[in-house]
């Protein structure tokens, strides 16, 4: 019933871009701060990007910063992650993230950037 799903992942080639997107149900995400981490083979779960409720701040992790946007649309209960000049280092399923008031995770999308 309360859920998030991730979707809009993919095979891209170097360079390229993808919009991921992930839609709430069950639950109005408005005024909460969202947040996207990534999972690469063998690696940790990985904060990527984080937006405040009104959407008027957003942080990134330094590997990230000048190519991906967070953004937040929360008439359409979603918020979405822009990744341009995609690296083969990018790859890993994307989860988003809603930490309170109690922790929520989506499924995951899967972010292949392969030549």
């Known amino acids: 019933q309360v859920q998030l799903v991730e979707s809009g992942g993919g095979l891209v080639q170097p360079g390229g871009s993808l919009r991921l997107s992930c839609a709430a149900s069950?639950?109005?995400?408005?005024?909460?701060?969202m947040s996207w981490y990534r999972q690469a083979p063998g690696k940790e779960r990985e904060l990527v990007a984080t937006?405040?409720?009104?959407?008027?701040?957003?942080i990134y992790v330094d590997s990230v910063k000048g190519r991906f946007t967070m953004s937040r649309d929360n008439a359409k209960n979603m918020v979405f992650l822009q990744m341009n000049s995609l690296k083969p280092e990018d790859t890993a399923v994307y989860y988003c993230?809603?930490?309170?008031?109690?922790?929520?995770w989506g499924q995951g999308t899967q972010v292949t950037v392969s030549s």
């Open positions: 069950g639950f109005t995400i408005s005024g909460y701060t």
């Open positions: 993230n809603k930490a309170t008031p109690r922790r929520l």
């Open positions: 937006i405040t409720g009104t959407g008027t701040s957003t």
